[in-house]
């Protein structure tokens, strides 16, 4: 088990208590403790309470929300006090992070209260893969529901167990060991559709013809709809981890900030 | 054949026999005329008899889309509907954004050609598969947002709908034709052509891949544009705000249509501006198929008595039209009034324009309380506006008089209303007074489906740049919004770029207001898209085509140079004080209309295209066509 130390990383709104940046308490197994003088919200502390005890574990899956993500809201919309969970020094006995040695990877991130629903992404997905514009070859899609404003891209974000794996028969779909995206192997896939039943995120389908499976794979590191979605609804990179100057070489998302908005969807 | 850009195939739709054919794309007729409302228009004068009564089986109704539809280019999201106007009795034309005509490219189609009258309520499915007439007498009156709804359930929810609502059921002049709820060519009557054809709506769902020519080509081009898009400075505002920022723009500049263009300024524009508007109801931004600029917005109302309202939009239009073109200062308000017109399937500038046309006739006592069913319609009395805006849809009462638009009304009204019927040729102008925008009055008055600022949308008058407008336009006036030099010349390009986009289907923000696609640039991702070898010049003398073949098919229909006008108050009546600069300015029309014939090659003293002028764009026929009804035409 790793001692914690939780601190107030960022505020973006107004706390009244209140909280300044830079406060902190520490946890050691069950017990809290808080620096002389100072003191800890109760609003905040419910909110981030059961991060705890899973931060305090090694956790062995290491492309799972659950380990990347280190940072919490209070959940006070005025407040949008932000607060970071840090580990203290290495558990004993264990030599290895929990992220083991490559440490946690990028993958696609999906803040739908961005999205605009222009549908670039399945565009340019279908024609970098095909050179053709089509919905049905494209391996993103938005869900819309123009009456209640819902854009909903859907797309794989690389899970930590990915049920699209373990639910195929035939053993057609595995791990890309770098990069952790699903492959697909044409030639064993019997095109049943089971992946596209178990996966949780409604993000895949088949090929209107080669009947295999369509899955994000990320355009080998780079993926062409990040490139073009024009309002960083989806990007690419660390759940949990806040981005706070635009990337380089994302020009759409650097210049499409409208919105005051919550850029920070995986907080 | 293999098709590149274009899908390659004509849908034929025959109501009243039943029956749905297929035909190729003439190629020859595409290159002449792009798509869109270019080839809807060619296709018009092909189908119609001149004389043909707008309402009656015998107009025909012509869907449009772009080769560009359906790509990544941004914005190329649009679809124009294209036929004789009810309304106006000349061009009908109108287009929509949203998601419409990138799936009917999808389905295999560039164009749908809708004649007839079916003999029950219907609607039109268009799959890969074809097309069937199937019954909507289920559907009869439901409106816009019902309608949409009660077909993606039989379709899915990937399916696109245009529809009319329960406006161009009962006959409203000028009713639309709605996309995605909200996004509406509701301009010149579209809605009640549809109406007429017993047609409630269209369903496309589409699935076959689009390809363009050149495809490493296209995506290069694509990048550059979208680079250059984003770096434009007007991107970050139109990104925030929309059209819906030109509602405080104009209100500073003193021509924001306020109490009927009594004056130019409203005392609570910052009540019911597009920034109140985002501050107080966004909820997150929207944009068409493939667009790289989500301009569009969604808003929700929260609380108050307007709670629960929420919506696409509002464009600038929508919002000043019910806000302070009829007086009214609670933005709620407005934005519900707006969205009982959208759901009726109304255009929110003439249903705006009839409704303070009705108020201002009321305040001068040109009609009585009792004549207005016991309305009080003072100026920013919301619950008689919207008892109006009701009324107008359900052609019930007074709202019958003012539902075949405010020409006709006015009409019927006689007793000197005719000079406050704002509208150029039968069609409503929208919220921006003519008086402080000279480009725009003088692209109203030649518009060439009446009173309408999306022909032409000349917002170089804004820019100041003196050095590019005597480049550009020969004038240094050019630039300037107040001065009536140049503004022939600016019209002139401008329309043409109009064309450009309403050709390609797509936005005029990009192509027109941002210029980011000269017509060079247009012959560059044409030839990437289509593989036809097109030119700079080829574009523009295309675009000049259709300008003039529009032209041609209005002045065959009787227009001349006295129509080419404005309502005589932007030419008589000073803009009164407060209005900044605007203030004590009129339009000088004639000066400007010299010199757009000049530009054009049109006979200065009639506004007739000239016969060397149809010769160079290959419109020959039209010279006989033309004298053949006593058109009085000169060769030079």
Redesign the interface.
């Known amino acids: 088990m790793y001692d914690l130390r939780v601190v107030v990383d960022e505020i973006r709104g107004f706390c009244d208590l209140p909280m300044e940046v830079g406060d902190y308490f520490e946890v050691s197994g069950g017990r809290i403790t808080i620096p002389d003088g100072k003191f800890m919200c109760l609003w905040a502390l419910q909110s981030i309470l059961p991060m705890l005890p899973a931060k305090q574990r090694n956790i062995v899956e290491d492309n799972d929300w659950l380990s990347n993500t280190v940072r919490v809201a209070c959940p006070d919309p005025n407040g949008m006090v932000i607060f970071r969970i840090e580990r203290v020094g290495q558990p004993a006995g264990e030599g290895k992070t929990e992220h083991g040695p490559r440490g946690p990877r990028p993958r696609m991130l999906v803040n739908e ?8 992404c399945e ?2 997905c ?3 893969h ?8 494209s391996r993103i899609h938005v ?7 819902i ?1 909903r891209p859907l797309v794989c974000r690389q899970c930590g167990n990915a049920r699209c794996v373990e639910a195929c028969p035939s053993g057609a779909l595995s791990r890309d060991p770098e990069t952790r995206c699903v492959l697909v192997d044409q030639a064993l896939c019997g095109g049943c559709g089971a992946c596209v039943r178990a996966c949780p995120f409604d993000a895949i389908t088949l090929h ?1 013809e080669r009947g295999a499976p369509l899955i994000c794979d990320l355009c080998g590191g780079d993926p062409e709809c990040v490139r ?1 979605c ?2 960083g609804a989806i990007s690419y990179g660390l759940a949990g981890v806040s981005e706070k100057a635009p990337r380089p070489g994302a ?2 998302r650097a ?2 900030q ?2 005051p ?1 919550d850029q920070e969807g995986n907080i | 054949m293999k098709s590149y850009g274009y899908a390659g195939r004509i849908l034929d739709v025959d109501l009243g026999a039943g029956k749905v054919s297929a035909e190729g794309l003439d190629l020859a007729s595409a290159r002449r005329y792009i798509g869109g409302r270019g080839l809807n228009v060619a296709r018009l004068v092909r189908e119609i008899g001149l004389d043909v009564d707008p309402l009656s089986p015998e107009n025909v109704l012509i869907i449009g889309t772009g080769p560009l539809d359906g790509t990544l280019f941004p914005g190329a999201a649009r679809v124009n509907f294209t036929s004789k106007s009810p309304q106006t009795g000349i061009l009908g034309d109108s287009n929509a954004g949203g998601f419409f005509g990138p799936e009917l490219k999808f389905a295999g189609y560039d164009q749908v050609i809708i004649r007839g009258r079916a003999d029950r309520l219907s609607y039109l499915f268009i799959s890969d598969d074809g097309a069937e007439v199937l019954p909507a007498v289920d559907l009869a009156g439901l409106d816009v947002w019902e309608t949409q709804k009660a077909l993606l359930a039989r379709h899915g929810r990937r399916a696109q709908v245009a529809c009319i609502g329960p406006a161009a059921e009962r006959g409203v002049k000028f009713s639309g034709i709605f996309c995605n709820l909200v996004r509406a060519a509701a301009r010149t009557g579209m809605g009640a052509v549809m109406a007429s054809k017993g047609l409630k709506a269209v369903v496309v769902r589409g699935t076959r891949p689009l390809e363009v020519a050149r495809p490493d080509e296209f995506l290069d081009f694509i990048r550059a544009l979208d680079t250059r898009i984003l770096s434009h400075p007007e991107y970050k505002p139109r990104v925030a705000l929309g059209t819906t920022r030109l509602l405080s723009a104009l209100n500073a500049a003193g021509c924001l249509a306020t109490r009927h263009f009594q004056t130019g300024r409203f005392e609570h524009a910052d009540e019911v501006s597009g920034e109140t508007l985002a501050a107080r109801l966004r909820v997150k931004g929207k944009a068409c198929f493939s667009c790289t600029i989500p301009c569009s917005r969604f808003f929700e109302v929260k609380s108050g008595p307007y709670a629960g309202l929420k919506s696409e939009g509002p464009e600038f239009e929508g919002l000043a039209g019910f806000t302070s073109r009829v007086g009214v200062r609670d933005l709620e308000a407005g934005l519900a009034t707006l969205d009982m017109c959208n759901r009726a399937g109304m255009d929110a500038i003439s249903t705006a324009e009839c409704v303070s046309f009705a108020m201002e006739c009321f305040e001068r006592g040109i009609i009585s309380r009792k004549e207005a069913d016991g309305l009080d319609l003072t100026w920013g009395n919301i619950g008689a506006v919207q008892t109006l805006v009701r009324k107008i849809a359900s052609r019930e009462g007074f709202g019958d008089v003012l539902a075949d638009g405010v020409r006709e009304a006015a009409r019927k009204i006689g007793r000197g209303s005719e000079d406050l019927a704002m509208h150029v040729k039968g069609l409503e102008i929208f919220m921006a007074d003519p008086r402080g925008i000279k480009g725009y009055a003088l692209g109203n008055a030649v518009a060439s489906r009446g009173g309408d600022h999306l022909r032409s949308e000349p917002s170089f008058e804004f820019t100041q740049d003196a050095e590019a407008a005597v480049r550009r336009f020969g004038a240094r006036e050019a630039a300037f919004r107040l001065e009536h030099k140049g503004k022939g010349r600016v019209v002139k390009h401008f329309e043409e770029l109009c064309a450009l986009a309403d050709s390609l289907d797509a936005c005029k923000n990009t192509i027109v207001n941002m210029e980011v696609l000269p017509f060079d640039d247009a012959a560059t991702v044409l030839r990437a898209a289509t593989g036809f070898d097109f030119d700079g010049a080829e574009v523009q003398a295309a675009c000049e085509r259709i300008v003039n073949l529009e032209r041609c098919f209005i002045t065959a229909l009787g227009i001349r140079r006295s129509d080419d006008t404005l309502p005589r108050r932007f030419r008589e009546e000073p803009m009164p004080a407060g209005c900044g600069a605007t203030s004590g300015s009129t339009v000088a029309l004639d000066e400007m209309l010299d010199e757009y014939y000049k530009a054009r090659g049109w006979d200065v003293r009639t506004g007739v295209p000239t016969a060397s002028t149809l010769r160079r764009l290959g419109l020959d026929e039209w010279a006989s066509r033309l004298a053949e009804r006593d058109v009085p035409i000169v060769d030079q």
Do not use: M, N, Q
Request: glycine content about 10%; overall charge neutral.
């Open positions: 209260k961005l999205c605009a629903g222009c549908r670039a565009l340019i279908s024609f970098t095909e050179r053709k514009f089509s919905d049905l070859l869900a819309k529901v123009d009456e209640d404003g854009d209107p073009r024009p309002t020009p759409y210049s499409a409208g919105t908005g």
